[in-house]
């Protein structure tokens, strides 16, 4: 069986989020939003270990938060960067040379369906690497700085990527090791290895499977939970408060 590690990167600013605190910290649900996206993949039997990626600033709160709940997903907390990149990086130079697969999933995007998580480990087996991506289905408008249309885009054949993003183990490193030879904007790990040379394959997505931004967003994935009637597993209540988590 492949060996899988996890990274979720958790880092940020939640600058346009707008809440009490940062956003992989939110409830949604009594869980938090980080530990709702670790849960996504902590039960599969290839995934060897998660990584959870913090400011360095929020480690001391999150360990005392959030210690019992590492300890069952079997993660490691890592210290981020002040960009994403740097984060990835960061947790990325801890995980063994034995792990074959590396998925790199938002921590603020905890409702993608297995079956979905499925597809796309089963498509990076195959092709070495892939991403969860939907096709574009609203009409595109490019927009100048006074918020004028200057053109409308086609839509055919565009994606809108999701995650988790998951590659060869030795692709991504090498990918990060090359990473100064890009010359454009980098906004996410599959448009690295694009820039170096390497195909990723886009494997169908689920619109459940957005990543939290806003308040907004929140409330939806709280209906989208409440929907599902999710319910906290016997081992999860027995480390206590699960509003804590």
Not at 77 to 83: A, H, L, M, Q
């Amino acid at each position: 069986m492949s060996r899988f590690a996890v990274i979720l990167p958790a880092a940020g600013q939640s600058s346009r989020f707008g809440g009490r605190e940062k956003k992989p910290f939110t409830s949604l649900g009594g869980r938090a939003l980080w530990l709702r996206s670790a849960e996504l993949f902590w039960t599969r039997d290839e995934v060897t270990r998660v990584y959870v990626v913090i400011s360095p600033e929020d480690r001391e709160l999150f360990e005392m938060r959030f210690r019992a709940a590492l300890v069952f997903a079997n993660g490691t907390v890592v210290d981020g960067g002040s960009e994403r990149f740097e984060s990835v990086a960061n947790a990325l130079a801890v995980i063994p040379d034995d792990v074959e697969f590396v998925a790199v999933h938002d921590a603020v995007r905890p409702l993608c369906p297995k079956e979905h998580i499925d597809a796309v480990f089963t498509a990076a087996k195959e092709h070495g690497a892939a991403m969860l991506a939907v096709p574009v289905a609203d009409t595109l408008k490019r927009v100048d700085a006074a918020h004028r249309i200057t053109e409308t885009v086609p839509r055919a054949g565009l994606w809108a990527a999701q995650t988790p993003q998951v590659f060869r183990r030795d692709w991504l490193v090498e990918a990060y090791a090359r990473r100064h030879e890009v010359k454009v904007p980098i906004t996410d790990d599959a448009q690295l290895l694009e820039a170096l040379g390497r195909t990723v394959v886009a494997v169908p997505g689920h619109s459940s499977n957005f990543k939290i931004t806003t308040q907004d967003d929140l409330e939806l994935a709280e209906a989208i939970v409440a929907a599902r009637a999710t319910k906290p597993t016997p081992v999860l209540r027995a480390f206590g408060d699960e509003a804590a988590w």
